[in-house]
């Protein structure tokens, strides 16, 4: 029921007289499957989620456009929140700081990949940076806010291709989706918060 939700929404659009019917059919699927799950949740799930419910408040028949903006906007803050919050954690664990997160993940069986793992430990410089490069990307997320559009954008692409190469490298594959549903709203608060655009 989720996909097929999620499919008619994708046609319909959310200000159909049935999306909030079928967010709720969405979001309720995604419930039952979060109770039922014997392993913990993922930020793209928890991401997916809020999403989900700030565009059904959003969609409502009752809802007017100072709604959709209060959801526009906490969506975006949610997204700069997020990746954030995740830098910072990373800044201050060792293993990040160390240089020894990245490729000690994708050394392991859950999340890794035999060729990047030999690659990055062989190339141990190499696998250092990208971890310092990981932590350090998602700390200066925020810039999108505040800077002028072609950096922006710039961070944006780089956010999309970071979300990708987890999927590839991690098989991360729900992080593809969750996130990058949030940068229109990026966008849209960078243009109104930016001092560049």
């Avoid at 799950?37 to 419910?53: F, H, K, N, P, Y």
């Amino acid at each position: 029921t989720n996909v097929l939700a999620g499919i008619a929404l994708v046609f319909l659009g959310p200000f159909h007289v049935l999306s909030p019917a079928l967010l709720l059919i969405a979001l309720g699927g995604n419930l039952v499957v979060r109770r039922r799950r014997i392993t913990a949740s993922d930020g793209a799930e928890q991401m997916t989620m809020l999403i989900m419910v700030a565009a059904l408040l959003a969609s409502v028949p009752f809802a007017g456009p100072g709604t959709v903006e209060v959801a526009v906007w906490f969506i975006a803050g949610q997204a700069v929140l997020s990746y954030s919050a995740a830098g910072l954690a990373k800044a201050f664990s060792s293993a990040w700081r160390s240089g020894a997160a990245v490729p000690t993940i994708l050394g392991s069986e859950a999340h890794g990949h035999e060729y990047a793992s030999r690659l990055l430990t062989r190339h141990p410089t190499l696998g250092t940076a990208v971890t310092w490069f990981v932590a350090a990307f998602e700390c200066t997320f925020w810039l999108t806010l505040v800077s002028p559009w072609p950096v922006a954008a710039a961070i944006l692409a780089l956010a999309l291709a970071f979300h990708v190469g987890n999927a590839v490298f991690m098989g991360l594959n729900t992080f593809v989706w969750a996130f990058p549903a949030t940068y229109l709203s990026v966008w849209y608060v960078a243009q109104h918060v930016s001092p560049w655009w």
